[in-house]
C-alpha cells in the first residue's frame, strides 16, 4: 500500500471516527434535554401540589402516585394492626394487570400482523378485489372501538375472545392500508427490470415487491400497535380484570386518583417500549431503508 493509500485510509477512519463521535455526543444532549424536561415537569407537579392549590383529589402529589404504584405492586396489611394482608390491586399486582393486556395485544394485533398484510398484497395486486372491499375497510377504519364493542359483547360474550376481536379490528385496517401503499408505490420500472432478468412472478414477488413494500408494512405495523395499545381500556370495560386498561378505569371511578395516574404512567410506558422495539425489529429487517 502506497503512502498515498495508506493517508486516504487513515482520513477515512478519522472521518467515521468523527461521525461516530458528532452522533454520541448528539444522542447524549438529546437525552440530557429530554431528562431536563422531565425534572421540570415533576417539579411543576411537586409544586402544584404542595401549594394546594388543587385538591388530592384532582391532582394527588408524586409521591402519592409512587406510593400508589408501589403498592400495586407489594403486599399490605389490610388495617393497621392487622395480620391479614392485601396483594396488589383487585386480586393481581399491577405488573400482572401489564402482562395480561399485553397478552391480549399479542393475540388481537397478532392475528392482524399475519392477516394483514396478505389481504393488502391480494388488493394491491387483483383490481376487482380492492375496488370491492376497500369501502369497507375505510369504514371499519373510521368506527370508534367504543361504538361496537357492545355487539361484540353480544356475539362473543364478555370474556377474552371479544377483546382479542376489539383490539384485532383496531389494528387490521392501518396493516392493510399501509401494505397497499406500500406495494402501490414500488415504481414499475424496478417491476420491469426484474422481469426482463428472467425473474418469474414468485422472485418478483418475493425478491422484489416484498422487500421494497416492508418498509411501509412496518411503518403501518407500528401505527396499528399504537391505535389498539389505545383501545385496551375499552377493549377491558367489561370483565377486564386482570388488565391495565381496566385496573385504571376501575380505579378511577372508585375515586382512587393516584392509583389511576400511576396506571396511565404504566399504559404510557409500555407504549412507548412497544413502540421502540417494533422500531427496533424494522431496523433489523430493513437496514437499508433511509440510508443513501
Known amino acids: 500500500m502506497s503512502e498515498q493509500e495508506t493517508a486516504d485510509l487513515g482520513q477515512s477512519m478519522k472521518v467515521v471516527a468523527d461521525h461516530r463521535r458528532a452522533r454520541r455526543?448528539?444522542?447524549?444532549?438529546r437525552f440530557a434535554l429530554q431528562a431536563g424536561v422531565l425534572v421540570v415537569v415533576l417539579l411543576a407537579w411537586w409544586a402544584v401540589t404542595a401549594s394546594g392549590l388543587i385538591r388530592p383529589l384532582y391532582l394527588p402529589s408524586?409521591?402519592?402516585?409512587?406510593t400508589a404504584f408501589v403498592e400495586s405492586n407489594s403486599c399490605r396489611p389490610i388495617a393497621e394492626g392487622s395480620s391479614r394482608t392485601i396483594c396488589g390491586e383487585q386480586n393481581y399486582y399491577m405488573w400482572e394487570h401489564l402482562?395480561?393486556?399485553?397478552?391480549?395485544?399479542?393475540?388481537?394485533?397478532?392475528?392482524?400482523?399475519?392477516?394483514g398484510p396478505i389481504l393488502g398484497f391480494l388488493m394491491a395486486s387483483i383490481g376487482w378485489l380492492n375496488t370491492a372491499i376497500e369501502p369497507y375497510l375505510n369504514f371499519l377504519r373510521s368506527l370508534p372501538p367504543l361504538g361496537y364493542i357492545g355487539l361484540l359483547i353480544v356475539w362473543f360474550g364478555i370474556g377474552d375472545l371479544s377483546k382479542y376481536w376489539l383490539l384485532f379490528l383496531a389494528a387490521f385496517p392501518p396493516i392493510v392500508i399501509a401494505t397497499i401503499n406500500?406495494?402501490?408505490g414500488i415504481r414499475s420500472d424496478t417491476l420491469d427490470a426484474a422481469r426482463s432478468m428472467g425473474a418469474n412472478r414468485r422472485q418478483v414477488a418475493t425478491e422484489v415487491v416484498l422487500p421494497s413494500a416492508l418498509p411501509e408494512v412496518i411503518g403501518g405495523i407500528r401505527i396499528a400497535t399504537g391505535f389498539a395499545w389505545t383501545t385496551v381500556v375499552a377493549a377491558e370495560l367489561n370483565a377486564g380484570i386482570p388488565g391495565i386498561g381496566a385496573l385504571a378505569?376501575?380505579?378511577?371511578?372508585?375515586?382512587?386518583?393516584?392509583?389511576?395516574?400511576a396506571c396511565i404512567i404504566v399504559i404510557g410506558l409500555a407504549a412507548v417500549a412497544l413502540d421502540a422495539v417494533i422500531k427496533r425489529l424494522g431496523t433489523l429487517l430493513v437496514p437499508w431503508y433511509g440510508k443513501a
Request: charged fraction near 5%; hydrophobic fraction near 50%; avoid cysteine.
Open 25 to 29: 455526543v448528539g444522542q447524549v444532549r
Open 62 to 66: 408524586p409521591g402519592a402516585v409512587w
Open 99 to 115: 402482562i395480561a393486556s399485553l397478552q391480549r395485544m399479542g393475540v388481537g394485533v397478532g392475528a392482524a400482523i399475519v392477516l
Open 182 to 184: 406500500g406495494i402501490n
Open 249 to 261: 378505569y376501575v380505579s378511577g371511578t372508585q375515586l382512587q386518583t393516584a392509583l389511576t395516574i
